[in-house]
């Protein structure tokens, strides 16, 4: 069994019938409020279960990827899952799915069908490039995502190639945004009493939050070139090493920030200079201004690098890695990071629900089961007895 939810979303009917990050991801955000989110997989699994790493033949990141959900098993390619499937949809509030254009109208399951039997239906379609236009039919995924929204193009060294981010970016910004999206189509059904379809293409959301590199060129035919960890907005802002071989991040996006790094590091006339009243000029100069913060944090261990900047109200973090993550104490104060009983592995740490509501707060109640094992539980809820079940196997259904 389950453990019971709560959460804003209780009583929310979620199928996930995604594969893979994106889709999945934005049903694990509504579970994690308490929406009741039914996995459905093929009987092979899904990809994540196998993806990345393992242990004792256990996938990790499946087991926070399907937090807070319900396996069953289906194989919606055969007539009897799809009849299964019919019967599920009939009864969520939402369907999330990222097939290929057309996969589900083949196989009998499209929108039309499925709002005709539940019209107040939200289905979101989570693919590489949405449902329609030239590339709609290709295979997507979020590296694609990465390339094609100009993310790539800026990132990495300037006299280096264009860099792909080592985790699924695109994936994860798709996830946060089509969560989004459904909510905003479950608000739309609240005054109309009708569900509606959401198209979301990866290549989009990312797009999105690069800022105003799209306008830059329309406009003033600008491409911004890439600048490894440095920015064309203002400086200094980059990655510096310490005395302990450690590193620390520096920001000075607010002037009154740049000038408390210059004095800090005893350089105050700097802020002298006519060029150092703004961040883009500032930027011209990132020479000189990394030299002198550069060489300063070099002769200092990162402790005392950060104690300094925290005392002179300068914005500067620790470059962590997950090690240090799990030590860190604001995290720890935040509860980011949640321990897990988990029946396969035993107490397990991964991300916490990335925000906290005053009066609803969401929840981590499980970590993600096993391969179909709530088939027969979810089933027989819908009226699928044993006898049922087993000639549902039988045919390769489930």
């Known amino acids: 069994m389950t453990a019971p939810s709560t959460g804003a979303l209780q ?48 996938g990790l990141w499946w087991k926070m990827l399907g937090r807070n959900k319900q396996a069953i098993t289906l194989n919606l390619s055969s007539p ?6 019919r019967t599920l949809a009939a009864d969520a509030d939402v369907v999330i799915e990222n097939f290929r254009p057309g996969t589900l109208e083949r196989w009998g399951i499209g929108p039309e069908v499925l709002h005709e039997a539940n019209p107040g239906l939200v289905l979101a379609r989570v693919t590489g490039f949405g449902q329609f236009g030239p590339y709609s039919s290709r295979p997507g995924f979020g590296t694609l995502a990465e390339a094609m929204s100009g993310f790539a193009a800026i990132t990495g060294e300037p006299d280096g190639p264009p860099t792909l981010p080592p985790f699924g970016l695109a994936d994860g910004v798709a996830a946060l945004t089509t969560a989004f999206g459904i909510m905003t189509a479950l608000r739309a059904r609240e005054q109309t009493g009708r ?3 959401l198209d979301m293409a990866i290549i989009e959301p990312l797009l999105t939050v690069l800022g105003p590199q799209l306008i830059a060129y329309d406009q003033l035919g600008e491409l911004q070139p890439r600048h490894g960890n440095r920015s ?32 800090l590091v005893g350089r105050p006339e700097l802020i002298d200079e006519p060029w150092f009243a703004t961040g883009a000029q500032r930027a011209q100069h990132a020479d000189e201004l990394d030299d002198a913060v550069g060489a300063w944090i070099a002769e200092r261990d990162r402790d005392e690098v950060v104690a ?13 890695t997950a090690a240090d993550v799990l030590a860190d104490p604001q995290y720890a104060a935040l509860g980011s990071v949640v321990t897990v009983d988990d029946d396969e592995l035993g107490p397990i740490r991964f991300q916490n629900v990335p925000f906290r509501l005053s009066e609803t707060p969401g929840r981590v109640r499980t970590a993600g089961p096993r391969l179909g094992e709530h088939t027969a539980e979810v089933l027989a809820r819908h009226g699928i007895d044993a006898d049922r079940l087993a000639e549902l196997r039988a045919a390769g259904a489930l």
């Open 11 to 58: 009583g929310l009917k979620v199928l996930d019938v995604a594969t893979l990050f994106a889709g999945p991801l934005a049903a694990t955000m509504l579970g994690d409020h308490g929406a009741d989110v039914i996995k459905i997989e093929h009987p092979r699994g899904d990809p994540s279960r196998t993806h990345g790493a393992q242990r004792d033949g256990v």
């Open 80 to 85: 009897e899952g799809q009849e299964v499937f």
């Open 195 to 197: 569900g509606q379809v």
């Open 232 to 263: 064309s907005n203002n400086a200094p802002r980059n990655t510096y090493e310490c005395a302990d071989g450690r590193w620390v991040a520096v920001s000075t996006s607010a002037q009154s920030i740049a000038e408390r790094v210059m004095r």
């Open 308 to 320: 300094a900047f925290e005392k002179a109200e300068a914005a500067v973090a620790p470059i962590y």
